[in-house]
Every structure is written in C-alpha cells, then in structure tokens.
T-cell receptor, first 112, second 111 residues
Framework: NAGVTQTPKFQVLKTGQSMTLQCAQDMNHEYMSWYRQDPGMGLRLIHYSVGAGITDQGEVPNGYNVSRSTTEDFPLRLLSAAPSQTSVYFC???????????FGPGTRLTVL | SQQGEEDPQALSIQEGENATMNCSYKTSINNLQWYRQNSGRGLVHLILIRSNEREKHSGRLRVTLDTSKKSSSLLITASRAADTASYFC???????????FGTGTQLKVEL
C-alpha cells in the first residue's frame, strides 16, 4: 500500500496563476480532507469529503475548490493564487468519521 | 479558529525522562486524537481517546481525557532522541471527517 500520496512536493506560483494539488489514497477510505499548515499554527481544515460525489467546506475554504469523482482521488484547486495561500498543504483520509486519519507527505506551496 | 491550545509550546528534556504535554479545547467532542509530526513530514496518528474514556495507553504513551475540564494530556515515558518532533492534539466534534488541531508542542529530546 502506498497510503496517501500527494503531488507535487514543492510548487512555486505567481499571483493569479491556478493549479491543482493532487491527492490519492489506495486504502479504500471513504473520508478525505485537505488541510493547510502555517508557521506557528496547527492544521486548518480547507475542504472535506465523506464519499465520492460529496464535498463540504471546512474552516478556511475561500480560494479553493474540490471535487470527488472517485473514492481514490481528491484534488484541491487553487483558482487564482494569492500570497496568503503560501503554506504547506496536507491531504488525509480515514475509513470513516470518528477514526484516525492517515496523512500524505504534504505539498509546500509558495505564491510570489 | 483553533479548537485546541497546547501547553507548553516547546519542551526540552534529556533522554530517559518523561515528557508531558497538555491540550485544552473549547467545545464538546466525540473523540480527541494525538498526532506526531517530524520536521518537514506529514502527521502520524498516535492515539485516539473517545469522550467516554478517561485514560488510554499505547506502548510508552499514556493519554488522559477530562471532559469536564475540556482538557487532555499526553505522557511519553522514557523518552528517546527519536521522539523529537512536534505533537498536536486534534478534536473531532462529529459530523464528518473534520478535525480541529491545536497549535502543537515542539518536543526536543537530547542525548
């Protein structure tokens, strides 16, 4: 099992550019989430999904879109990157709600 | 907004000593989880304690939960240099896959 994989590992964008952060899991988990981690802060939830075709907003959803067309994949789209979106992004999955989450290695994004 | 606040923010101990870190939260929860993050890496789940449990053990880890005080503690016994990492508490208030994380405790274990 590869677990939770994320690509790319690093990315530099210019303000206004768009991009998609990829996340995939091979554990057949129904639940998937995206978090961002900023210096001195814990992780904050951006969007989450409780199954294919179902997504919902977390604490900091503005500027991000998600979709969940398959159980395995949960991409995060930045529509028009801003310097405030410079952060480390983590994808996580779990078998169901109320259980431990498995995290990917993260994507370090810098927006200039 | 952060649900959890962790204390201390940083902790430095000698190998073999015990390390205790505390987490306070604000709202009712279904469970509380502790995660470890090594520098530059993703988070690794350590232990989950449900709201109807008061104490849980896993190897050298001991977690307590006091729902009346809305607080939890993580004890690492006989610490090792490899325990050097940041430790986060995260609360699950139910309603999906939504964890709210604390700000973390940076633990350094020196030889």
């Amino acid at each position: 099992n590869a677990g939770v994989t994320q690509t790319p590992k690093f990315q530099v964008l210019k303000t206004g550019q768009s991009m998609t952060l990829q996340c995939a899991q091979d554990m057949n988990h129904e639940y998937m989430s995206w978090y961002r981690q900023d210096p001195g802060m814990g992780l904050r939830l951006i969007h989450y999904s409780v199954g294919a075709g179902i997504t919902d907003q977390g604490e900091v959803p503005n500027g991000y879109n998600v979709s969940r067309s398959t159980t395995e994949d949960f991409p995060l789209r930045l529509l028009s990157a801003a310097p405030s979106q410079t952060s480390v992004y983590f994808c996580a999955s779990s078998y169901s709600g109320g259980n431990e989450q498995f995290f990917g290695p993260g994507t370090r994004l810098t927006v200039l | 907004s952060q649900q959890g606040e962790e204390d201390p923010q940083a902790l430095s101990i000698q190998e073999g000593e015990n390390a205790t870190m505390n987490c306070s939260y604000k709202t009712s929860i279904n469970n509380l989880q502790w995660y470890r993050q090594n520098s530059g890496r993703g988070l690794v789940h350590l232990i989950l304690i449900r709201s109807n449990e008061r104490e849980k053990h896993s190897g050298r880890l001991r977690v307590t939960l006091d729902t009346s005080k809305k607080s939890s503690s993580l004890l690492i016994t006989a610490s090792r240099a490899a325990d050097t990492a940041s430790y986060f508490c995260a609360t699950d208030a139910g309603g999906g896959n939504k964890l709210t994380f604390g700000t973390g405790t940076q633990l350094k274990v020196e030889l």
